[in-house]
């Protein structure tokens, strides 16, 4: 069992900025893909971010430029920073952890932008 431990949502207005944080266990931090997911009630988690061990990022087509995901390999922390959000950027966070074709996930964090 892989633990990721999330932290940085919450409840903000539109045009504000969040930072979502996540912990991994170092052995894998180094070596892993990590991302960002989100979700909402009845839809597919979609993909918001994500970034290689060697910092190549891929983002989701409804983030245009407002999002930057980073990695901290000092503290094996990922981050996403979230500026201009959105009512619609609404969701539970998950962090992903992938290796060898195997993907972990967070617990999730909420984020809600009010309008």
């Known amino acids: 069992q892989v633990m990721l431990v999330e932290s940085g949502g919450g409840l903000v207005q539109a045009g504000e900025s969040l930072r979502l944080s996540c912990a991994a266990p170092?052995?894998?931090?180094?070596?892993?893909?990590m991302g960002w997911y989100r979700q909402t009630p009845g839809k597919q988690r979609e993909l918001v971010a994500t970034?290689?061990?060697?910092?190549?990022?891929v983002y989701g087509e409804f983030v245009e430029g407002r999002f930057t995901i980073s990695r901290d390999y000092a503290k094996n922390t990922v981050h996403l920073q979230m500026n201009s959000l959105k009512p619609e950027d609404t969701a539970v966070y998950y962090c992903n952890l992938r290796r060898t074709e195997n993907d972990y996930w967070g617990q999730g964090t909420q984020v809600v932008v009010s309008s």
């Open positions: 170092a052995r894998l931090f180094s070596v892993s893909r």
């Open positions: 970034i290689t061990r060697l910092g190549a990022t």
